[in-house]
Every structure is written in C-alpha cells, then in structure tokens.
C-alpha cells in the first residue's frame, strides 16, 4: 500500500529540494490536493513555465534576471568603480535591502567545492575577468561566505587577479549582531579576533 | 530592486506551503533555477497536472486514490468489521506499513476547529454515517491525534454515534517507544497514567 502514482511523483518532486526529507514532501504533496483550487494548479505550471522560460542570468554580472541586463547593471546611477562578488542571486537582493551599497554586483553562480564537481570552469569567472578589462572598475570586493569552500574561492580569485591592476578587498567577518560569544563557532571567533581594531 | 517578477512567484507560491517562511522558498525557488532542466520543468508540469486529475478522495473512506474506490476498500480480504477513524490519507499509509490492521479505513480529512472554521460539514462524517448503515461493520476506532482539536473530534463521534449499535473504541496513547518521561508533556503522561495497567 503506497501512495497512488502521481500523489508519489510529486512526493517526489518535492524531495528533490534541499532540506526536504520524505515526510516534508508528503506534507507538502498532501497540502498540495487539499488546498489547491483548479486556478492554483494552474497558476502554478504557469509560474513554472515562465521561471523556465523568463529567468535568466543577467548577461554582465550573473545575478538572475527576465531583461537580459538586469537593473542594477543598467542603472547609470551605480557606482561603477566598485564589483562586490557574491556566491548567488540571493546574496545580492539581501545586501540591496540593506542600502549602503552603491557599486555593481557579480554572481559566481557557487563556489569552488572540488568534490562537488565545481571547478573555476563552473563558475562565472571568466566573465570576471572580462568585466575587468574595463578600466572603469577600480574594486573588487570579495564577499563569498565564511566557509571553507568561500574561502578557498576568495583564495583563489586574489592569486588569480593578482596581476591585475585593482584593488582587492574582502569583507569583515566577526561576530554577527545578536552573535553570543559563548555560542560562537571556532571560525567566527578567529575571524573577531584576527579583524580586532584598536580602539 | 527585487527578484524578477516570474520568480517572485515562484516563491510565493512555495510560501503557500505549511512551515515554508521567505527564506526557504526562497532558497526552493532558486534550487529550482539553478538545477532544473528542461525536462525537468515539463516533469513538474506534467506532476501537478496529473495530481490535479487523477487524485481523489475515495469514495467510500475518503483515502486519496486514483482509482474511484481505493484499494483497501476494493480488497475482499480486509476484515470489513472493522473501521478506523483517521484525520487524514497520510495516517492511513503509516498505520499500513505496520502491517498490523486489517480493517478498513474512514478518512475524517481533518479535525473539528471552530477557529479555523472547520465544523462537522467540512469533514466527512455524513459519508461516515452512511457507511455505518451497513451492519457488517462492528467496531469503529478512533485514531484521531491526541491534540484539543483531534480530541474534540473525538468526543463529537462519540457523542453523534451513541444510538447506533457499534462498539466504539479509541486507539491507546501514552509515553512513545524511545519517549523520555523526564522530557515528555503533560498531556502525554496524563494519558500514560490514565491508561496504566496491573501487572
């Protein structure tokens, strides 16, 4: 006694996710039959079809967009001196809603995790170093996360660029606000102490 | 500056789901984009489409089924005494997989909660009624969760089924295989006291 059939694919479907065990997904799938309406199912494969069809890396940076450029490339008013390189799409809409950042965006796409299969090749590098061609950019701030596989990619860009006539920055890491000492990882509290300021 | 608008969407529609908050549908959203192939997309599709066809509530105990009446039901080798009462299809599976019961199945697809605005015609409890018209059934057990809510619907049966000539039982609840005592909640021990036995 299973599932019938297309109750099972969906189930499926589901747990392709990240983070979505089976019990997550038959959830989801059993939400899905009791509360969906026709217009829901519907709207659903219409929204499907157009992420498939619409949703594509913006041709300068990466960052995921349905013009082509997206709109922080084509904003005039950006600071072009300044490309903050982020893991993904996600990182750049959260350090837009903070406002105080002015300069360009470029989305790797992930970082290098060798064991995953993810070389530079996978990643969007060699656009980067295109881009840097560009004498109009004079920055390139790192900002891959605090892990091994970002800052192996952080490593790895700085000797990569190291010719290049720019500047290479990365951001701080230390304790996050609300961050408790006495719960901090062994990284994070390396990072405070390694960035420590004289006050 | 925000997602583009296809995959604002797309995250929304995950939202619809129980415990999916921004973040997650968020990371599912783009977990979408960045893994889905072109078949990929048309596979959901094709999923949500056939779910939305296919998949109905049986006729008789309202299990979710593909068929009009689902296979317990159509099984002549269950033991049609008895019928237990469960909240939703997902019960059914689980009990199913202890191979323990061998009765037939009546699938509530809720629990009474006035605050949700679910009263006793939102559940399946007239189909219920009917089915007990049938004197071949003897006993029906209730297996509604042990909350306020599962425990109400529980009562309400009860009470709506006590002139009619069926022996009425409820499933046991106590302290769970691998439950800490020190650890566990009130209503549990409650009911693990209340259920106590001599040895």
């Not at 809603?97 to 590098?125: A, C, F």
């Not at 006539?165 to 990365?170: M, V």
Request: some cysteine.
């Amino acid at each position: 006694m299973d599932y019938p059939d297309a109750l099972n694919n969906l189930i499926e479907t589901f747990m392709r996710y990240p983070g979505v065990g089976r019990k997550t997904a038959e959830r989801y799938a059993l939400y899905t039959i009791s509360s969906f309406k026709d217009e829901d199912y519907e709207a659903f494969r219409t929204t499907l079809e157009r992420v498939e069809n619409e949703i594509k890396p913006c041709e300068t940076c990466g960052h995921l967009t349905d013009r082509g450029i997206c709109p922080i490339c084509r904003d005039p008013s950006r600071d072009a001196s300044k490309i903050l390189v982020v893991e993904e799409s996600r990182d750049v809409i959260v350090i837009e809603k903070t406002r105080t950042y002015d300069g360009l965006y470029h989305v790797l796409g992930g970082v290098l995790s060798p064991s995953n299969g993810v070389g530079p090749e996978e990643l969007s590098i060699k656009p980067l170093l295109e881009r840097l061609k560009n004498d109009e950019h004079k920055e390139l701030i790192l900002a891959t996360n605090l892990s091994d596989e970002g800052e192996t990619t952080a490593l790895y860009l700085q000797r990569l660029l190291k010719d290049i006539d720019i500047l290479i920055t990365r951001i701080a890491y230390g304790m996050p606000a609300g961050g408790n000492i006495g719960y901090a990882d062994e990284i994070t509290l390396n990072k405070a102490l390694e960035g420590r300021k004289k006050l």
